[in-house]
């Protein structure tokens, strides 16, 4: 019994190595047969780089423009304004703010059409003086709007550096943003301060001669704003115009205002394509709804335009609207400042019709109302 245990063991073990055997012979074969190719047939890429449309980090690095040449690039487009000319070729010779009334405009058209604040360029027809580099041209006021404190300038001259507008719509609180000014004379042309975006939607009270107005819808920024600076630029990172310099708050530090851009666009545009302005008008006088409350002419909060005087023998006065109506929307569009409603009907044209939404003793009703030339 011993001797066929042993036997079978043995057979075993025989049949094994056979196995073994007949396995590395194969593999010796096969191996002999491989072909070794010099060029392989794939391609490697990157996963670090993206394909079709997708944008890389490289490249999103790339486009933007560092700080100090995104400031470069809009000061070509910041001139100085005076309504005095200087003894010299440029009013920015070494003069004071104050010998000349110095302040700041924006180039927006390559063709010679100035952005700036009518208390510092003057009324329609005014005339001032514009510096850009070591020149200075004779400007024209073709526009104005004092309660907005916006005014164009048009000169003679051509192949100039524009600025890029941006969407005030979209500010919020915290953003970066520049401020570019002419705040004392020619030591302290382009002065470059910065800060943040402290508030959207400010309205400010102004005690001038005796009269007392309001601006509404302004920027408000910690960024150091002078009087020099008035009529100049507030840019957010990218380097776009969001807003004009305006005023200070001179019993604070570090409380300026600007006035969104996206107010004046259509103004802008219509002199670039046409080289005129017809503006339209609904021949009222009105206040954001947190003035009316202010002034307690309203006391529930309603978000819209209320409306304080109706004009004599304009649009408004031979229609359905009355003294104290709260305008809640235009052609279907919320208003929630007096900059949206005027947004909205510079864009329009004398004779066109609109259709206000109104609140009148807590009563909603609409009227239409035909637009005419201001």
């Given at each position: 019994m011993e001797k066929k245990k042993r036997g079978y063991k043995i057979l075993i073990s025989f049949l094994f190595i056979c196995l073994l055997e007949f396995i590395f012979y194969y593999l010796y074969i096969n191996y002999q047969n491989i072909e070794i190719k010099n060029e392989p047939n794939y391609t490697a890429q990157k996963t670090s780089l993206s394909?079709?449309?997708?944008?890389?980090?490289?490249?999103s690095i790339t486009n933007e423009l560092s700080t100090p040449d995104m400031i470069e690039k809009v000061n070509k487009s910041?001139?100085?304004?005076?309504?005095?000319?200087s003894a010299g070729g440029s009013i920015?010779?070494?003069v004071s703010a104050s010998d000349l009334g110095l302040g700041t405009g924006i180039i927006v058209s390559n063709n010679g059409y100035i952005l700036s604040n009518n208390h510092v360029t003057g009324n329609k027809y005014s005339l001032c003086y514009v510096s850009i580099g070591q020149n200075t041209y004779k400007g024209t006021v073709v526009w104005n709007e004092e309660d907005l404190d916006l005014s164009i300038v048009k000169i003679q001259a051509t192949d100039l550096e524009v600025a890029t507008f941006g969407d005030s719509k979209t500010l919020r609180v915290g953003e970066n943003v520049f401020a570019i000014g002419n705040p004392i004379g020619y030591e302290f042309r382009q002065t470059v301060t910065s800060g943040i975006i402290s508030a959207v939607n400010r309205t400010i009270k102004i005690?001038?001669?005796e009269q007392i107005s309001y601006i509404s819808d302004l920027i408000q920024t910690d960024a150091t704003i002078n009087p020099g600076n008035s009529g100049g630029p507030l840019i957010n990172k990218k380097g776009e115009i969001i807003g004009i310099n305006?005023?200070?708050?001179?019993?604070?530090e570090g409380i300026g205002f600007a006035i969104p851009i996206n107010v004046i666009k259509p103004v802008v545009e219509s002199f670039i394509s046409t080289g005129n302005f017809q503006e339209a008008t609904l021949g009222i006088y009105a206040y954001d709804s947190e003035v009316a409350e202010y002034l307690k002419l309203k006391n529930k909060i309603n978000t819209g335009v209320y409306v304080s005087k109706i004009l004599p023998n304009s649009a408004s006065s031979k229609s359905e609207l009355k003294e104290g109506d709260l305008i809640i929307s235009i052609d279907g569009n919320k208003l929630n400042t007096i900059n949206s409603l005027r947004e909205y009907i510079y864009s329009k044209k004398a004779g066109d019709i609109v259709?206000?939404?109104?609140l009148r003793e807590e009563k909603k009703l609409q009227i239409s109302i035909a637009l005419e030339k201001k």
């Open positions: 394909t079709n449309n997708e944008k890389t980090v490289e490249n910041v001139v100085g304004i005076s309504k005095l000319n920015l010779n070494n005690e001038e001669n305006t005023v200070k708050i001179t019993s604070a259709v206000l939404e109104l």
